[in-house]
């Protein structure tokens, strides 16, 4: 599904990626940890299409395409979700309008035609409950005044509504108290098929107790250090990034 | 060394027109208009057409729009319009009492009278001042005469009608009073409109005014409007702002707030060559408040200027202000807002924000709040900003699957959304936020551009 080979970027000059690989098939979940500023939001916001980097050599291939040709609305529409580490607030866009709005472009994408009101009333009322989504804050403007649990509930309930096939979760774990996690990783589970993908970009082994990966990566400084099994996240949690840093990388 | 030019200023042009038609601007008129006209034109004639050494007018150049040749028309024309040509222009339709107005001249529309409650007057200025001049003599001109202003001395020199809108103490108009400014014209027109209100103790308007240029000729537009917001009483004054670019807008409105009274102001400058609004509230009784909005859209070259004066020269009152504007290309805009706050309003709040934001590289703004507090009790605050779209937001939408284009138009009408929820009529509101949508996406420059090929 997705294909990233020796991937290279930089940020005002800095290099932050220093050479990816990674390779991510249909019904896959991929774990990539790692420390602060090793390059795992960089790394998601560049496959969603964030344009404030520079990519200075590699390739990005998804579903066959060249990835880092496509416009960030091309990529949502063509099934690759980003979780928002941190989901902006936009005071005066009200949550349904913008969810109606994304919904019905990936729907034209797919020459489907757009949802009646009603549909989508009804479609949105299932997926809110399977997230226990307070059902007032659809009717509020996107993540204004939401706490930072609800934001990333919100983000879950996004990506319930699109349905990707290939979702990246930046740090979705980070502001969730114990139950909140809980949900949103029942909810990350429950969209889980064999013909979809899922990337969790964590810094804590916290969420991987919820939502079991099948792969784990390692980012430091820039690269892969380290690819492994499940239990390569509960090492990780065990040792510290310390261990890496003292010449054990690979 | 200073060079003489051979065209004629501005002001001395003015000077020339009212002198050789003295007699036709008198004719017809009331005494109680007629008597205004010279003392009002002497102090036009003193001050003459500003520039930017006049503080009020520094980022207003309004020279070049008084230079060109303007036909006048001192008498009322025929003037038949077609009132379907009219609503193919974006006039919102909306269940009101509609009147229309031809190049400052009043004209009945569908009778409007028949449905308005017992002792409402709306009519026009020149009629009502004619037959019933009891009803305005003690309002006509009292805050405006008091403008330094010179292109309100000038509109008083000039003026023959507009509208006339009176309500009796304690009457409530339950639908809006709607009145549309047309101006369309063969050949390239001043236009004077001169426009009274008054709302009579505890009694509730709603006032929609819709400003629309029918063809591409160029104009140049002075309308004064005086309101009169008797104790108690509730007024809102909307306005919609829709000329072309070859138009110069000048728009002066003065309202008087009694005790206890309420007033909301929402000035939509959705198109327009050159719109300077000038609006003046003056808290003559305790405990009132006022609610005075503003959002503009320009581009190209166009240029909007609002300039604020807020009185506040009795205790207890409120003033809130909220004016925004969107700026492309190399369009430029001005947001002054001067509150006086005297020595005896003590328990004054007042408020002033002014959020900008500018789509291109050489759109400019200018803004200066302008605080003058001589009272000791007070809240006063301002607020600007000048920015660009929020590129997090916009991105955050895109990655949800939605072209930048709309993900843009989502966050500009976002953005106008707070001053249009200050709007008091809510099928208004949507009218409105359709029209932005039409702005931003060039529906109406399209439109304008279409009237005369």
């Known amino acids: 599904m997705l294909t990233i080979k020796n991937l290279r970027a930089s940020v005002e000059g800095k290099e932050i990626l220093k050479g990816i690989n990674l390779e991510v098939k249909a019904g896959e979940v991929h774990a990539i940890m790692g420390p602060n500023g090793s390059g795992k939001s960089t790394l998601a916001n560049i496959l969603a299409g964030k344009q404030d980097y520079e990519i200075l050599e590699g390739e990005v291939t998804y579903l066959g395409q060249d990835l880092l040709q496509l416009s960030p609305e091309v990529r949502s529409r063509s099934g690759i979700f980003l979780s928002f580490q941190y989901p902006v607030e936009i005071p005066g866009v009200p949550m349904i309008n913008f969810l109606k709005a994304s919904v019905n472009e990936h729907r034209k994408f797919k020459n489907l035609a757009p949802l009646t009101a009603g549909e989508f009333l009804k479609l949105m009322r299932s997926k809110k409950e399977m997230l226990h989504l307070d059902t007032e804050l659809t009717n509020r403007s996107v993540n204004e005044g939401f706490s930072g649990g609800e934001k990333k509930k919100n983000e879950i309930f996004q990506m319930a509504m699109l349905e990707p096939k290939l979702a990246i979760l930046d740090e979705t774990d980070s502001g969730l108290d114990i139950d909140a996690l809980r949900i949103v990783a029942e909810g990350v589970n429950a969209l889980k098929t064999p013909e979809n993908a899922t990337i969790l970009v964590t810094h804590y082994q916290r969420l991987l107790d919820y939502i079991i990966p099948d792969f784990v990566h390692v980012l430091y400084s820039g690269r892969i250090v380290k690819s492994g099994g499940k239990e390569l996240a509960f090492e990780l949690e065990e040792k510290g990034y310390d261990w890496l840093k003292n010449g054990n990388e690979i | ?453």
């Open chain 2, 1 to 453: 060394m200073s060079i003489i030019s051979e065209k004629a200023t501005g002001t001395e042009q003015m000077v020339t027109l009212f002198e050789q038609n003295r007699g036709i601007l008198n004719q017809g008129s009331s005494p109680i208009l007629n008597r205004m006209r010279e003392v009002s034109f002497k102090r036009f004639a003193q001050a003459g057409i500003p520039d930017f050494k006049n503080e009020d007018y520094k980022y207003t150049n309004l020279k070049p729009a008084f230079e060109k040749n303007y036909g006048q028309e001192l008498v009322r024309d025929s003037g038949l319009i077609n009132l379907n040509e009219v609503f193919k222009c974006n006039v919102p339709q909306l269940d009101t009492h509609l009147v229309f107005l031809v190049n400052g001249w009043f004209y009945k529309g569908n009778n409007p009278g028949a449905e308005l409650p017992d002792g409402v007057v709306l009519g026009s200025l020149e009629q009502i001042a004619n037959e019933h001049p009891e009803l305005l003599q003690n309002h006509l001109n009292r805050q405006a005469g008091l403008s330094v202003d010179p292109f309100v001395a000038l509109n008083t020199a000039f003026a023959k009608d507009g509208f006339f809108l009176f309500v009796p103490k304690s009457v409530a108009i339950e639908k809006p009073v709607q009145i549309i400014n047309l101006l369309s014209s063969d050949q390239d027109l001043m236009v004077t409109q001169r426009n009274l209100i008054i709302a009579e103790s505890g009694s509730r308007i709603k006032v929609l005014v819709c400003d629309h240029t029918l063809t591409l000729t160029s104009f140049l537009f002075n309308s004064v409007t005086e309101v009169y917001v008797g104790d108690d009483a509730l007024v809102d004054v909307y306005t919609i702002q829709n000329h072309h670019n070859q138009s110069t807008t000048i728009n002066s409105a003065f309202y008087r707030l009694q005790h206890n009274s309420n007033l909301v102001t929402g000035t939509v400058s959705l198109h327009g060559g050159l719109i300077r609004n000038n609006l003046n509230v003056t808290f003559s009784g305790d405990h009132a408040e006022a609610s005075v909005n503003g959002i503009s859209f320009t581009d190209k070259k166009q240029h909007v200027d609002n300039f604020t004066v807020i009185e506040h020269a009795s205790p207890n009152c409120l003033s809130n202000q909220i004016y925004k504007n969107v700026l492309d290309d190399e369009s430029t805009g001005a947001f002054a807002g001067r509150i006086h706050v005297a020595r005896d309003a003590q328990q004054t709040n007042a408020f002033q924000r002014n959020n900008n934001v500018l789509l291109s590289d050489k759109a400019r703004m200018q803004t200066k709040p302008q605080l003058i507090i001589d009272a000791d009790d007070v809240k006063c605050s301002h607020g600007a900003t000048v920015g660009q779209i929020d590129e997090d937001a916009l991105f955050f939408l895109r990655a949800r699957g939605i072209g930048e284009k709309e993900a843009r138009m989502m966050l500009m009408n976002a953005f106008a959304h707070e001053v249009i929820l200050k709007i008091t009529i809510e099928p208004l509101r949507e009218r409105i936020d359709e029209l932005i949508e039409k702005r931003l996406s060039g529906e109406i420059s399209r439109f304008h551009e279409q009237l005369f090929v």
